[in-house]
Structures are given as C-alpha cells and as structure tokens.
C-alpha cells in the first residue's frame, strides 16, 4: 500500500515544522498572528501570519498574508549556501578521472 503526502505533511512528522516553539500535528490550522518555523537545509526560516484567505490563491499572492521574521544570520548562511553551490563543479552522469580530481581541490 502506497501513501501518499504532501511536502508540508512530511515536513510536519519529520518534526521540521513549528508553530509558536511547539511540535505540530499536519491536522492543525493556522490562526493569524501565529509564528511559523520551518528547518530546511540547516536553515530555519520564520514567518508571521499576517491573515488567512478566504479561498486558495496563487503563490504570488501569498506575500500578502504573511511576513518574513527570519533572522539575519539564517539569511546569510542561506545565501552563503547559494553561492557555493553555484560554484560547485558540475557533473552530467558517472564522474570522469578529471571531475574527481577537480571535485577534490573544491572540498579543500
């Protein structure tokens, strides 16, 4: 039997969503004014609920309800991680002898 979830839902059971400090269950609702955790990558992002629509929108629109409280030292680690994989050599299929070597002096 396959069950099926959603990214939200199995970032809940894994224990990498919080609201208010506290552990959630994916059955629970959000509530405006509420703090929201997530731990991503090492990263953990906040956000304030602002308000909650009255029906489905657009990920364009959801800037509207929410706003990003998320500390300025979990931005620079983000954007430190941006950068060095956008410098990370890129490999298509199995490595060659050269890719390794080069793969090497990038770890050092």
């Known amino acids: 039997m396959f069950k099926t979830r ?5 970032a809940i059971r894994e224990g990498r969503v919080l609201i208010g400090g506290v552990l959630i269950k994916a059955s629970r609702e959000v509530k ?3 703090q929201v955790s997530v731990r991503r990558n090492g990263i953990t992002r906040e956000w304030k609920v602002i308000d909650l629509p009255r029906s489905r929108v657009g990920a364009a629109l959801v800037d509207n309800y929410i706003e990003e409280i998320t500390c300025q030292e ?3 680690k983000m954007e430190v991680m941006r950068i060095e994989r956008k410098e990370a050599p890129k490999m298509k299929g199995r490595p060659t002898k050269r890719n390794r070597r080069d793969w090497n002096k990038w770890m050092r």
């Open 6 to 10: 959603t990214l939200a839902t199995a």
């Open 32 to 34: 405006p004014v509420e």
């Open 74 to 76: 979990e931005l620079n």
